[in-house]
């Protein structure tokens, strides 16, 4: 297929994602050629919803390249991992130097890189992106997150930032992330973020049913709080699930099993925190809380076998936001510290503001909670944590104490808030001058000469003590996690 006039762009993979992100950049004035594996699905959407004279069907990779000006932009939005290459060898002899091939997917940031590289050997440019917004982002504008080979920003930026959400100055929710895979892994710690949004969400809902509140009266509170300072998606969406009633009349919540998925996302977050050492513990939490759900029929027998109390939680709904919220700041100034180690690490340069910007608007995380966070790292940009923002350091001051009190009525009470839970541990370890791990060191230096250092010497100097008498002054050296 030769057309008389080129596409813009061209994008592979008409899945929801794939379809919306298409009718999206038609609405802007490009015009953007189409291919799926399955031919069906391509004509399918060409003759129903995509039937415009601005998308062109291909029921050939070959056809698709074939159909787009130069330099030739191809989107890919086709499930993560093998499908990606497979999808990438078949445009690598058909595609010339200088054109550029965009994965739109929720790719791992290290195959990522790894295709930044191959693709520039042949003269080729590659954007790994993040996409977020689900279906409704995609079809009106998402939060996009691209990186990879910035010679191919100039090319991409005009499509990326037209279709991308916009905030109310018009400012778009799109802007170049970093080289490498820094695309693709700001937007695993956004997912990441959004396993903890979720949860803290979820943890919330927990205690009010057990408290003995209505949903009608849980909505209403969502409701409340969402227009003041957990004003978010997500909390938007709860109170409209909270709100949502089966056919019978009663609560479609309470009909749906409580076995929650994942894709991976949240999984590589955690991974990636434990190798950089930076304590994740709150997405942690939030990922192994799906995992213990997921344990149902285990679940149902262990609540006939184990004992807990069977008290109501004593809750004051006020308390209830406030560890919702406290936990929220823990949750995102752990992911940014993980943002900035990574970047370190990379090499990546990653501006945290402009990070916290692009998730404004568009995203499933969107917040305004997210203008307080761009905020802080413009009034500081070399901030080593958001806890060290005065103005997030005077909010999770004014709710600490509603935090812990919820906290600890669900512990006396038997409901599970590991997420509230981890991320007050955090925050009680973090602000201690002094912890015991001391008396780790010295466990370790006693049973395995670890070596340990003193407060009274430099940092850098190690010792190790023969504890028993029966040790000699060999040690096993140290490292640092």
């Not at 038609?26 to 050629?33: K, L, Q, S, T």
């Not at 799926?36 to 998308?55: H, K, L, M, Q």
């Not at 599970?416 to 230096?445: E, G, K, T």
Request: charged content about 20%.
């Amino acid at each position: 297929m030769t057309l008389d006039i080129k596409a813009d762009i061209g994008l592979i993979g008409l899945a929801v994602m794939g379809q919306n992100l298409v009718l999206n950049m038609v609405d802007h004035g490009y015009r953007v050629a189409v291919y799926n594996r399955t031919t069906a699905v391509t004509d399918e959407f060409t003759s129903g919803r995509g039937a415009s004279p601005s998308i062109v069907g291909a029921d050939t990779v070959e056809a698709l390249v074939d159909s787009l000006q130069s330099p030739r932009i191809v989107m890919l939005m086709v499930k993560a991992g093998p499908a990606v290459d497979a999808v990438i060898d078949q445009l690598l002899p058909l595609m010339a130097p200088g054109d550029v091939i965009v994965d739109g997917g929720n790719s791992l940031y290290t195959d990522t890189a790894r295709r930044v590289e191959t693709l520039a050997a042949h003269g080729l440019r590659f954007v790994g992106t993040g996409v977020s917004g689900g279906e409704e982002g995609a079809r009106h504008g998402p939060s996009i997150m691209p990186g990879g080979s910035e010679e191919a920003w100039p090319v991409v930026q005009p499509i990326l930032q037209a279709v991308a959400a916009k905030v109310a100055d018009g400012t778009p929710c799109c802007d170049w992330v970093g080289p490498g895979g820094a695309g693709h892994y700001v937007k695993m710690v956004h997912n990441g973020i959004e396993y903890g949004d979720m949860q803290v969400i979820a943890e919330a809902y927990a205690l009010l049913k057990a408290a003995g509140m209505e949903h009608r009266d849980m909505a209403s509170t969502f409701r409340t709080w969402g227009d003041g300072i957990l004003d978010s998606f997500l909390v938007d969406i709860t109170a409209d699930i909270l709100d949502h009633v089966d056919e019978d009349g009663s609560p479609l919540l309470e009909n749906i099993l409580d076995a929650a998925g994942q894709k991976g996302t949240g999984k590589w977050t955690v991974i990636s925190s434990m190798e950089l050492a930076q304590p994740v513990s709150l997405v942690a939490e939030a990922v192994f809380a799906r995992i213990v759900s997921a344990l149902k029929d285990e679940r149902v027998v262990a609540s006939e076998a184990l004992a807990g109390p069977a008290d109501r939680p004593e809750l004051d709904v006020d308390d209830v936001r406030d560890a919702l919220y406290g936990s929220k700041i823990v949750s995102y100034a752990q992911g940014f510290m993980l943002l900035s180690e990574a970047s370190r690490e990379s090499g990546w340069d990653l501006d945290l503001g402009r990070v916290a910007s692009l998730w404004r608007e568009g995203c499933i995380i969107r917040a305004r909670f997210l203008d307080d966070i761009t905020a802080a790292y413009e009034r500081d940009p070399a901030l080593d944590n958001l806890l060290l923002d005065p103005f997030f350091s005077e909010e999770i001051g004014r709710v600490e104490s509603g935090w812990r009190r919820v906290v600890a009525a669900g512990v006396l009470a038997g409901v599970a808030v590991p997420a509230y839970s981890a991320a007050l541990a955090f925050y009680d370890a973090y602000r201690s001058a002094i912890l015991p791990a001391n008396l780790i060191q010295a466990q370790r230096d006693y049973f395995g000469a670890h070596t340990y250092e003193r407060v009274d010497r430099p940092r850098g100097e190690f010792f190790h003590t023969n504890w028993t008498g029966r040790g000699g002054t060999t040690t096993a050296g140290t490292y640092s996690a």
